[in-house]
């Protein structure tokens, strides 16, 4: 399956995650790529938008590939191939310190009026535009457990199959539409993959959901 853009992708994911839909879910997207997908995610399904900020680690010799993720609290999952990548510990030492500098200054700039909306006791659903690694999906999931939901939903698109099975277990449930063989990137499963800036981001945590939202058909 090859998805127009991200709006189509979120507009497929919505459909699988109908079953919500009045629950007053929140849809927690992973900056920057996946806010146009929470937004879509988040109308559709009735409930409310905000991000969860996580970075991925990158290998020292290869910035694209993630050997981890981490979150604001500064918890981070390494990889098991992150040493045979170059990533000894002094490095993601380093590694870790700025992308802990990267994930403060989003925090500031994404939601400079309020804090962080609460997903205690409620369906959170963390959303992606696609797992090559499942990194990053890993660390969003750890830092929203830690605030107890009632129920926890990974839900992307398209998957490597590996890293999916590798995500799984820290989501009560995941919902991914494909899981191609020959995966490679994510990119390489949508026709249209624009980088999302800075800006677009704020401006989708800015709109309010519509309070009475329903699934198109």
């Not at 109908?18 to 399904?45: F, Q, S």
């Not at 409310?48 to 991925?56: A, G, H, I, Q, S």
């Not at 990533?87 to 989003?106: I, N």
Request: glycine content about 6%; proline content about 7%.
């Amino acid at each position: 399956m090859i998805f127009r853009d991200r709006i189509d992708a979120a507009q497929r994911l919505a459909k699988a995650l109908a079953a919500y839909h009045g629950k007053n879910p929140l849809v927690l997207a992973i900056p920057r790529g996946a806010v146009h997908m929470g937004r879509v995610l988040a109308d559709a399904l009735g409930g409310e938008l905000d991000v969860v900020l996580v970075r991925k680690l990158r290998a020292p010799d290869s910035p694209e590939l993630a050997v981890g993720a981490i979150d604001e609290s500064g918890w981070a999952f390494v990889a098991e191939y992150a040493r045979s990548a170059g990533a000894d510990e002094a490095y993601l030492a380093r590694e870790k310190r700025t992308q802990l500098d990267t994930l403060r200054r989003r925090r500031a700039q994404y939601t400079p009026a309020r804090p962080p909306i609460d997903p205690a006791g409620r369906i959170a659903i963390v959303v992606d535009d696609g797992l090559a690694t499942g990194a990053t999906m890993i660390a969003a999931l750890h830092a929203v457990r830690a605030k107890n939901p009632a129920k926890l939903v990974c839900a992307v698109p398209v998957a490597a199959a590996d890293s999916l099975a590798r995500v799984e277990p820290y989501a009560d449930e995941t919902v991914c539409l494909e899981t191609p063989p020959n995966f490679y990137a994510v990119g390489q499963f949508y026709r249209e993959f624009a980088q999302v800036e800075d800006d677009e981001v704020v401006d989708l945590l800015a709109r309010q959901v519509q309070p009475h939202a329903t699934m198109k058909p």
